[in-house]
């Protein structure tokens, strides 16, 4: 079982700036493939940048030279570094771990909101 708690969202104007944290309790957090996702009302979620458990990344087109996805094994905590930020990526950004132990566990976070005023 994990458990993921998100924090670093809130209002920036676009061209800022935001970080986001994702800290991880209750399971072995090196062994997780992480990823963050988005959903803006009315939409579905989307993957916005996946990590994998040996550093591998992967990035939406939207948000590609713009948001960098890391992570810190030691403080269970995977980051996303949001940069350039647009109106359009106003959304609810989702925390997931994923972990591989003859299916496939998925865990998310509660979500933290992103807004990006004009």
């Known amino acids: 079982q994990v458990q993921l708690v998100e924090s670093g969202g809130g209002l920036v104007q676009a061209g800022g700036s935001l970080q986001l944290s994702c800290a991880a309790s209750?399971?072995?957090?090196?062994?997780?493939?992480m990823g963050w996702y988005r959903q803006a009302p009315g939409k579905q979620r989307d993957l916005v940048a996946s990590?994998?458990?040996?550093?591998?990344?992967n990035y939406a087109d939207s948000v590609k030279g713009r948001f960098t996805i890391s992570r810190d094994n030691a403080k269970k905590t995977v980051y996303l570094q949001m940069n350039s930020l647009k109106p359009e990526d106003t959304a609810a950004y989702y925390c997931?771990?994923?972990?591989?132990?003859?299916?496939?566990?998925?865990?998310w976070g509660q979500g933290t909101q992103v807004t990006v005023s004009s």
């Open positions: 997931n771990a994923k972990f591989y132990a003859g299916t496939w566990y998925d865990y």
């Open positions: 209750g399971s072995i957090f090196s062994t997780h493939h």
């Open positions: 990590i994998t458990t040996n550093g591998f990344t």
